[in-house]
């Protein structure tokens, strides 16, 4: 059959099908052999979310914190993943001139290697079998695929040529292959980022680093060129609120302070009376508005002075504004710049909102690029989902009334936080099925796994690319950064990916 990128049946030809009732889940014993005494279980997503709930669950076993009844040997996870390749946001996701955070991939290839674990590369779940289907297969199915959306601007021009959503423009430069002809124009002067996290803030620095300090990355080579192009000088990175609500981190934001050929625009006037609210916050936090206050309000010495006025490229912070409408330019062909609503704060501590004030200013830029947050979609209509939180409602990872269904990541607790705090939160809902599973809350009985779905797919046309399928991709990724002296050269391209594997 041919595999998923060539199918040419409508969607809804085959969708709601099963199975002939001749290869039903019940009558398909006859066709594989399975170990009844092996809980089966399924993963949705190879991102840190899937990954690190497969490496608690494949823990499992009479040594574990949790041990199971007597008849029950260890789990097998079947992980199952929409691209072709594995690791999610850390590979599409973290900036490449953080490559010492990707090093979680060795962990995640040590997992993926378990022989009580498989990779399924190249299956939409939710398009190339449902949930259901899933949960007929399997004792229990995690639901792993994080955040796949951007938070819309909602306001006049956004469709405007020269606008992007961050989570493209880093989809872009890291190799996702949906953004591969995103082709962002680079030829302005100036470009505006709304919003205040480290998102924000890794999509400014790439803009402004020089290009030769990324060429030996594994940015692709189409970012690479038309980063070397960019005409770009001035990026604003833009917070409704103040500086004591900025949402990146210290580290990121010290990167920004020291990058080559930059200079920090910060006003001091935006800093007023901070250095007495801040005694009383978290040390993190506390930290963080030091060095803002500093650099803001601080002279530079003498070497860090005689840099900054050698640089030819700026970057700034922007507190207080709200993005209105994207302007266009003259002839309606692009955007020329945004208009920003002045706010001012009411409420106090978590609840400070940012209200508009009547005034208004503009910004003339030529790249508008919003980062005001992932958002999850809904993969199935089958499956519970709280389109306002954009979560699966569910209860310490329990999908709320659904047996033996979970979640984890961001799909569970919304997009917010860093990869060891995935790592935490999955390794909470492994150990909820676990002990589910110990109490005998979940199916009992064997289940197919994989060898179901397996035959499903392929009545269906979809073929999976395995794990060690992706380590000849790998390889060959590999193989072509070396002549350049990056560590890859990603592969783009999903059918090309399908023909070296030889479909």
């Known amino acids: 059959m041919a595999p998923r990128c060539w199918r040419w049946w409508p969607w809804s030809s085959w969708t709601r099908t099963r199975l002939p009732p001749s290869r039903s889940i019940q009558n398909f014993g006859q066709h594989f052999s399975t170990q009844e005494q092996t809980p089966q279980i399924c993963v949705v997503g190879s991102g840190p979310a899937g990954f ?3 490496q608690h ?3 499992l076993g009479p040594t574990s914190c949790c041990p ?9 996870v079947d992980i199952y993943e929409k691209q072709l390749v594995p690791f999610g946001l850390v590979r599409f996701g973290v900036a490449p001139d953080h490559p010492e955070v990707k090093n979680v991939i060795n962990t995640f290839t040590q997992t993926a290697r378990s022989d009580r674990c498989a990779f399924y590369g190249n299956v939409e ?3 190339d079998v449902t949930v259901q289907e899933l949960r007929d297969a399997y004792h229990a199915v995690v639901l792993s695929y994080g955040a796949e959306d951007h938070q819309a601007l909602d306001i006049p021009g956004e469709e405007l040529p020269g606008v992007f959503s961050a989570r493209a423009f880093v989809g872009w430069y ?4 949906e953004n591969r002809e995103l082709a962002p124009d680079l030829s302005c002067d100036t470009a505006v980022i709304l919003g205040q996290g480290n998102v924000a803030l890794d999509v400014a620095r790439i803009l402004l680093t020089p290009p030769d300090h990324l060429e030996k990355t594994d940015i692709t080579e189409a970012a690479l060129g038309a980063l070397r192009q960019s005409r770009v000088k001035t990026v604003w990175i833009v917070g409704r609120r103040g500086p004591l609500q900025v949402a990146f981190t210290i580290k990121e934001l010290r990167e920004m302070i020291q990058l080559p050929g930059t200079r920090p625009m910060l006003d001091p006037a935006d800093f007023l009376g901070l250095q007495d609210r801040i005694k009383e916050a978290a ?4 930290r963080l508005m030091e060095l803002l206050l500093r650099t803001a309000t601080e002279k530079p010495g003498v070497e860090e002075a005689a840099r900054r006025a050698s640089a030819s490229r700026a970057w700034g912070l922007r507190f207080f504004r709200s993005p209105q409408q994207v302007l266009p330019s003259p002839d309606g062909r692009r955007a020329a710049g ?4 002045v706010t001012r704060l009411e409420g106090i501590g978590e609840a400070t909102r940012a209200v508009p004030t009547g005034d208004v200013e503009d910004l003339p830029c030529g790249l508008v690029l919003s980062s005001i947050g992932y958002k999850s979609r809904p993969i199935d209509p089958s499956v519970p989902f709280d389109p306002k939180l954009g979560v699966v409602p569910n209860m310490e990872g329990r999908v709320v009334d659904v047996p033996g269904l979970y979640c984890s990541g961001w799909v569970k607790r919304g997009p917010t936080g860093v990869i060891t705090t995935t790592m935490t939160d999955s390794f909470l809902t492994g150990q909820i099925l676990l002990q589910d599973l110990k109490a005998g809350h979940l199916p009992s009985g064997p289940r197919p796994g994989s060898a179901f779905i397996k035959a499903l797919l392929d009545s269906r046309g979809v073929w999976p690319v395995s794990f060690s399928d992706w380590e000849k991709l790998d390889a060959e990724e590999v193989s072509r950064g ?9 592969l783009l391209d999903p059918q090309e990916m399908l023909r070296l594997l030889g479909h």
Do not use: F, W
Request: hydrophobic content about 30%; charged content about 30%; aromatic content about 2%.
């Open 482 to 490: 070396q002549a350049s002296g990056k560590p890859r050269e990603k």
């Open 52 to 54: 690190y709930t497969a």
């Open 125 to 127: 779940v939710g398009r």
């Open 57 to 59: 669950l494949l823990k």
């Open 68 to 76: 199971l009844p007597q008849h029950h040997s260890r789990a097998h």
């Open 338 to 341: 945004i208009r920003l609503a």
């Open 174 to 177: 890291n190799g996702l292959p």
């Open 283 to 286: 040390r993190p936090r506390k």
